[in-house]
C-alpha cells in the first residue's frame, strides 16, 4: 500500500510502499482509509519538536486525524461490520488503568497514538482497535469529518469544558478562527448561551467566524488596542472564559488581559511559554486550563452535532500524492479551515 512517511526531522516526506497492516489480536480493526486530515502538528512533527516526547523510530507513516470504512475485524469484535464508514478516536486505548475506566482515555497510562509515536493515517490503510472506532451516521462520509478526529475533538473537549461553566449573559473570547478556531466558534454555539468575540489577524477567517455565529469579531493590532475593544465589550470587566488556538506570537500576553477576575484561560494552541506575575494570578483567582485532544465520549458527541448539521468542517482536499503540498498549503497559511488528504 501508499504511505507517506517521515523520514527525517527538517527534511520533506517521502511517499513509499509498505505492507498492509494485518490482524494479531481479537480487538483490532484495520480500516481503510477515506481520509486524513492535515494537522499542523504534522509540521511540529516534521520539524523535529515530537522527536523526544513520542520516542519514535524513523521512517514512520504520520496523520493522526482520520475516518473511513471498515476492511478487517480481529475475531472478538462484534460492534462493527466489513464495510461500516467510521471515524477512529486518535488514541489507542487499554480500557485497563484508572484513567480508561473513567472515561478519560486520552490519559491512558499504556496508550500508542497513531500517527505521532506510531504508524498513522497518511496511508491506504491504518490498524487501530475496537475501543477507537466510531460508526459514522448515514449523513456522513469519510472525508467530511475526518479532521474533527483531532481538531474537532480537540477543538470541543476545550469549549465543553468552558460550556460546562458559563450561563447567559456571559462571555467567550476565542483566539484563532483557523483550523481548530472555526470548529470551536460552532460548538459554542451550539451547547453554549454565552456571547461570542473571536479575534483573528485574517479578514478572511473572521468573515467566515461571522457567518458560524460569532456575535463580534475583532482583528488585531499591533498596539494591542483591541484588548481595550473586548474590555468595552465586556463592560470593563472581561471575559469569563478566553479559548487561545494559537498560543504563540505573542497570544497568551495579550489574552490574559481579557480575562475576568476568577476567570479561565484555556490553552489549545502552543509554541509560546505564558510569562505572568504569580501574584497576578492569585489576587484575580484565573485559571490557566490545558487541553489534549479529548475523550472517546467527546468524539461521539461531537459526532452528533456533526450529524445534527451543527457542525460542519471547511475543507481543502488534496490526493495522498499531494501531500507536500497540503503540507505546504498549511504552512503558508493558505488553507482555510483544513486540509484533507484522500487516497
Known amino acids: 500500500m501508499k504511505v507517506v512517511r517521515v523520514v527525517g526531522y527538517n527534511q520533506n516526506l517521502q511517499l513509499d510502499e509498505a505492507p498492509e497492516p494485518k490482524i494479531t489480536s481479537p480487538l483490532d480493526v484495520i480500516v481503510k482509509i477515506g481520509a486524513a486530515g492535515v494537522c499542523r502538528t504534522d509540521i511540529h512533527i516534521l520539524e523535529g519538536q515530537w522527536a523526544e516526547k513520542s520516542g519514535v523510530k524513523l521512517p514512520y507513516t504520520i496523520g493522526h486525524e482520520n475516518a473511513g470504512w471498515i476492511h478487517a475485524l480481529g475475531d472478538a469484535v462484534t460492534n462493527l461490520t466489513v464495510g461500516d464508514k467510521v471515524i477512529l478516536h486518535p488514541l489507542v486505548t487499554c480500557g485497563l488503568c484508572r484513567a480508561c475506566r473513567s472515561g478519560d482515555d486520552v ?39 475526518a479532521a474533527l478526529a483531532d481538531a474537532g475533538l480537540t477543538a470541543y473537549h476545550a469549549v465543553a469544558k468552558a460550556a460546562k461553566l458559563l450561563r447567559p449573559g456571559e462571555w467567550v473570547v476565542m483566539i484563532g478562527a483557523g483550523g481548530l478556531g472555526h470548529i470551536g466558534i460552532q460548538v459554542l454555539k451550539a451547547i ?84 505572568i506575575p504569580t501574584i497576578d494570578i492569585i489576587s484575580t483567582e484565573i485559571n490557566f486550563v490545558g487541553n489534549l485532544v479529548g475523550s472517546y465520549n467527546d468524539l461521539a458527541e461531537l459526532m452528533v452535532l456533526a450529524a445534527q448539521g451543527k457542525v460542519k468542517l471547511h475543507t481543502s482536499k488534496y490526493k495522498l500524492e499531494d501531500f507536500q503540498k497540503a503540507i505546504d498549503d498549511l504552512g503558508a497559511g493558505r488553507v482555510r479551515g483544513r486540509a484533507i488528504l484522500v487516497p
Open 192 to 275: 453554549s448561551p454565552a456571547s461570542l468575540i473571536v479575534i483573528d489577524q485574517n479578514a478572511d477567517a473572521l468573515a467566515l467566524a461571522k457567518q458560524l455565529g460569532a456575535d463580534h469579531t475583532i482583528q488585531p493590532s499591533k498596539d494591542d488596542s483591541f484588548v481595550k475593544q473586548v474590555l468595552d465589550l465586556t463592560g470593563g470587566k472581561g471575559a469569563e472564559a478566553v479559548i487561545d488556538f494559537v498560543a504563540e506570537g505573542g497570544s497568551t500576553a495579550t489574552g490574559v488581559k481579557m480575562v475576568r477576575r476568577a476567570g479561565n484561560y484555556y490553552v489549545v494552541g502552543y509554541g509560546e511559554n505564558i510569562n
Open 107 to 145: 490519559h491512558c497510562e499504556a496508550s500508542q497514538f497513531p500517527g505521532i509515536d506510531s504508524d498513522g493515517g497518511y496511508a491506504e490503510y491504518l490498524k487501530t482497535t475496537a475501543r477507537s472506532v466510531i460508526k459514522l451516521d448515514p449523513s456522513l462520509e469519510p472525508a467530511d469529518v
